[in-house]
Nanobody
Framework: QVQLVESGGASVQPGASLRLSCAVS????????MGWFRQAPGREREGVAV????????IAADSVKGRFTISKDNAKNTLYLQMNSLKPEDSAMYYC???????????????????WGQGTQVTVSS
């Protein structure tokens, strides 16, 4: 059974940086997708960044392009999200997710992902 465990969330001031980690176990898709999603209170879950495991091609939401970077360390079975220049609107619960193959145009849609972690809270406030 796929297990995803997020860590690294914190309360920070605007402009700060954080790196989220997702420890992955029992995920064996060599042509799948892994990603980060977030959900703020009263809002729908939205895709932040997704990486294709075979090609390492990554996509990101327009709202985080140039500030957030997704990466993975296969040796450590860990997915990362480096978040720079954080803004108050980035405050949310952040979730790690895994899936089989998803066509590029659909990779930021949460509905295509079948495996989810419990989430880690990020709060950006002065």
């Amino acid at each position: 059974q796929v297990q995803l465990v997020e860590s690294g969330g914190a309360s920070v001031q605007p402009g700060a940086s954080l790196r989220l980690s997702c420890a992955v176990s029992e995920y064996s898709s060599s042509n799948g997708c892994m990603g980060w999603f977030r959900q703020a209170p009263g809002r729908e879950r939205e895709g932040v960044a997704v990486i294709h495991t075979a090609s390492n091609n990554a996509i990101a939401a327009d709202s985080v392009k140039g500030r957030f970077t997704i990466s993975k360390d296969n040796a450590k079975n860990t997915l990362y999200l480096q978040m720079n220049s954080l803004k108050p609107e980035d405050s949310a619960m952040y979730y790690c997710a895994a899936s089989g193959y998803i066509i590029t145009g659909q990779r930021l849609r949460p509905g295509y992902f079948g495996h989810w972690g419990q989430g880690t809270q990020v709060t950006v406030s002065s």
